[in-house]
């Protein structure tokens, strides 16, 4: 059974830092594309960053590219977001995810993620 279990999340204010962690156990870690997604209210589930299972391919969504950066430590199944340059706009919900075949590239498309985390919310006041 894979669990992935979110944390880092809070409030902070326009222009501050966080860092949400992803803790990945029920398959080996290292052999799976990771992902980070948002969904602020009313709105649907958006892409953030994904991290390849060898860390060579890290796409990221247009709006946080230049103040994200997502990371993976293999040896602890874990995947980070560090989040620099918050805006109001990030505030959201942050779900983790994790690719449902093996190896392969860093996908952006939420099918490709079969299994996801409960979320962390993020709140980026002004």
């Known amino acids: 059974q894979v669990q992935l279990v979110e944390s880092g999340g809070g409030l902070v204010q326009a222009g501050g830092s966080l860092r949400l962690s992803c803790g990945a156990s029920g398959r080996i870690f290292s052999m799976h594309t990771m992902g980070w997604f948002r969904q602020a209210p009313g709105k649907e589930r958006e892409f953030v960053a994904a991290i390849s299972w060898n860390a060579e391919s890290t796409p990221y969504a247009d709006s946080v590219k230049g103040r994200f950066t997502i990371s993976r430590d293999n040896a602890k199944n874990t995947v980070y977001l560090q989040m620099s340059s918050l805006k109001p706009e990030d505030t959201a919900v942050y779900y983790c995810?994790?690719?449902?075949?093996?190896?392969?590239?860093?996908?952006?498309?939420?099918?490709?993620?079969?299994?996801w985390g409960q979320g962390t919310q993020v709140t980026v006041s002004s």
């Open positions: 995810a994790q690719r449902a075949l093996a190896y392969g590239p860093a996908h952006t498309t939420r099918g490709e993620y079969a299994y």
